[in-house]
């Protein structure tokens, strides 16, 4: 702990965003950067706590507490404190082989985590934790190291994911020789296209990607193993495969009239707004807009807002975003103490985008969908609603009860459904005889990672379910530390 009393001396101090109403008309990253001086404060902030939860990574009530990844932050932090940025890298690299990415889209669980949180405001971590890795490729410090010797042994590395990538980048450290399949153009998985330009510009993605192609990972991409690589080849040409798909069914909304045209899932509007943006910067035409239109989202979270910002950024008429679930408390509540993740309310940038645009937050909660409604083209054109209220059932059990005399009807030309995902895609396990757990998902033991196909393993969202991109870099990293132990007998993979 390089300075006593630092959280004291020093406020919490964040990169402003660019104001809602100029960052709406392009898909830059929106995040201002910060001086070295300030992050040096920042990381003063950081008390070096005893018990640092911050990187415990434990769960608690079905919730992460601390970084899944047990990343050292109070380490780096005294480091960046002490201006030795590249002993900061070191230290941030141990656990975690992709800082940009954790640093832009986490939702920080180390900061919820953060003891001093419960005296001041809890210490800048992410923040610090991006300036590191994006001064370290500022200034050069991160080039190819590929291995300095070679196994022998093959991989395959089904999906480029984040856990696909961790999984890879790690196997790839081993000695291993490396190939990375994916269906989609580029790689990168929901990094690529599941997560908008203005979170996650694709060029730090595109870099790593091409890091690890440069070290010897060989990514082969618009291949769907399992289709147009067949999978008997796939156990002839590797010693082990590693099954790091996601999980990429989404959660559907079967109401009367879910047929009609202009209802998608999140997914195929992110996506295809994403690709279209990258190959001709929507000149193609090539994509689901929203210009002109009045869209509900239905869901709340990160995809939703994602929906939100991008569905802006298109020129939308308006834009409405409707939750069962009842708004969140502004301060922790009594049944969500430190230092469980803080569940609280808070405006991310979309919703503060539609604030500058539209004058109001566009979420509404305890609304329920009943119905969509077309016109004679077979578009939709309404959204028919009800409000609720959360009751307890003869059993005890907290479900929704529609409340009479709340019944709405919205306006809508585009209805895009993100609620989230059940599990991962069916034909490939099929394929390979991979048994499946209770919610459908690759049958794996966390820590152990093997399925009950022999040489294969499963990490991720294939395995866990939708979760953090922290906790698939996590998971990449065991599958890769046992997939390791399974071809060598031993591993030095942490």
Sequence with gaps: MGKLNGFLEY?????????????????????YKISEETLQE????????????????????????GCPNHNLNPEWND????????????????TNNFPEFTGRVCPAPCEGACAAGLAVKPVASKTIECAIIDKAFEEGWIVPKPPARRTGKKVAVIGSGPSGLACADQLNKAGHWVTVFERADRAGGLLMYGIPNMKLHKRVVQRRVDLMAEEGVMFITGTEVGKDYPVSKLKKDFDAVVLCGGASKPRDLPLEGRNLKGIHFAVEFLKANTKSLLDSNHTDGNFISAAGKDVIVIGGGDTGTDCVGTAIRHKCRSINQLEIMPMLSVERAHNNPWPEFPRVYKVDYGQEEAVG??????????????KFVGDENGQVKELHTVEVEWVKDDLGRIIPRDIPGTEKVWPAQLVLLAMGFTGPEDSLLSQLGVERDGRSNASAEYGKF???????????????????????????????RECDRFLMGTTSLA
């Design 11 to 31: 406020d919490r101090i964040l990169p402003e965003d660019r104001a809602p109403l100029e960052r709406v008309n392009d898909w830059n990253e929106f995040h």
């Design 42 to 65: 920042q990381g003063a902030r950081c008390m070096n706590c005893g018990t640092p939860f911050c990187h415990s990574g434990i769960m608690i009530n079905g919730m992460v507490s």
């Design 79 to 94: 480091l960046v404190y002490r201006g030795l940025w590249q002993e900061a890298l070191k230290r941030l690299l141990k």
């Design 357 to 370: 645009l539209y004058g109001e937050d566009p979420r509404h909660y305890c609304i329920t969908s009943k």
């Design 450 to 480: 093997t399925t009950n196909v022999e040489g294969v393993f499963a990490a991720g969202d294939m395995r866990r379910g939708q979760s953090l991109v922290a906790w698939s870099i996590n998971e990449g990293r065991g599958a890769a």
